[in-house]
């Protein structure tokens, strides 16, 4: 369990984190949201003892980070996945993490094979490609076997099997009773990966919810209708209540669920070719919600990315990212 009370970062006049209060249990995939600059990844860093909070508590497991004896048995993160000595090879780099934090040295062979890494051990890190890389972090934080996962962006660079690699990983251990935390840009992979979400906007906590409940809440349900008798369909929807518009060769009816449709549509003998419900995305959810905090926006409209140097936006160029990592702290 991760648990953040009133957590505040400030540097010089600039407040990273205000007041930030949230919780994040064992046994599900927590997602971590927030536009560019909200202050995710100083979150985390927080977590993990990288940055000293200006007030406030953050613990890990019932414990601040550096009371921890042996940190990667209880916490494994990847903050950058570049972080790794080009000169080293995979099994060098994860030995040197398991030497560190007094872990049996047999736990890198079965790290490397988890995350398909076997046939690399021997290679330099310095060669690998992005994806290559996001694999080794994340064998490195599993290398502790810890209870409590942390993962910035974990999916940069992987292509759409390692995409899909990643998000049954993470399910198989929020199955396994672990704590998983985890901050990325692809609302699209966050939608089908995260069953809570803690969204933040200008370093302040929006909302922390189930996924289902979050987009919910943020986005309007509705119909797809098509039929030959509209002109004459369409009144009677707008006299129970519904609201109607056109919408490629039918209605979308809002106001209304599909059962209530399907019925009025039956006790006046009108005959229906379509009758889809329509559910709204997270994205939609989170451009509604966090609209009023994006920090950075072009003249073509808010974005969920605000192009290079942006906040974890794109690897080890994100701005709040360091090439420090939590693993290496003892």
Avoid: C
């Amino acid at each position: 369990m991760i648990e953040a009370k009133g957590l505040t970062k400030r540097y010089g006049d600039t407040t990273a984190v205000n007041g930030l209060s949230f919780t994040v249990e064992p046994g599900q995939v927590t997602g971590f949201l927030g536009p560019n600059g909200a202050g995710k990844s100083t979150t985390m860093r927080m977590i993990l003892g990288l940055d000293r909070p200006t007030s406030g508590t953050v613990t890990v497991a019932g414990k601040r980070y550096h009371e921890l004896r042996h940190p990667l048995r209880t916490v494994g993160a990847l903050l950058d996945a570049r972080w790794v000595h080009p000169n080293r090879s995979a099994a060098a780099h994860l030995k040197w993490l398991a030497k560190s934090n007094d872990i049996p040295q047999r736990r890198v062979d079965e790290v490397l094979d988890i995350v398909g890494l076997t046939a690399v051990a021997g290679k330099r890190a310095g060669g690998f490609s992005l994806g290559m890389s996001q694999r080794l972090g994340i064998a490195a934080a599993l290398l502790g076997d810890p209870e409590i996962l942390m993962f910035d962006e974990p999916v940069n660079g992987l292509d759409p099997e390692g995409i899909l690699w990643i998000r049954r990983f993470m399910h198989r251990r929020a199955e396994e009773g672990r704590t998983v935390f985890v901050s990325s840009h692809l609302l699209s992979e966050m939608a089908l990966t995260a069953h809570e979400l803690v969204v933040v906007g200008k370093g302040e906590l929006i909302a922390q919810s189930s996924t289902r409940e979050f987009v919910a809440r943020a986005t309007e349900n509705s119909v797809k209708v098509r039929s030959p008798h509209l002109a004459e369909f369409q009144p009677l929807l707008t006299e129970a209540g519904a609201t109607v518009r056109s919408e490629d060769g039918g209605v979308l009816v809002s106001g209304m669920d599909s059962e209530s449709i399907g019925e009025l549509a039956a006790s006046n003998g009108i005959v229906l070719h379509e009758l889809s419900p329509s559910q709204g995305s997270l994205e939609q959810a989170f451009m509604r919600i966090t609209g009023d905090s994006v920090e950075y926006s072009s003249s073509l409209g808010n974005g969920t990315d605000g192009g290079p140097g942006g906040e974890g936006g794109g690897g080890p160029g994100g701005a709040e990212q360091q090439p420090e990592p939590a693993a290496a702290h003892t």
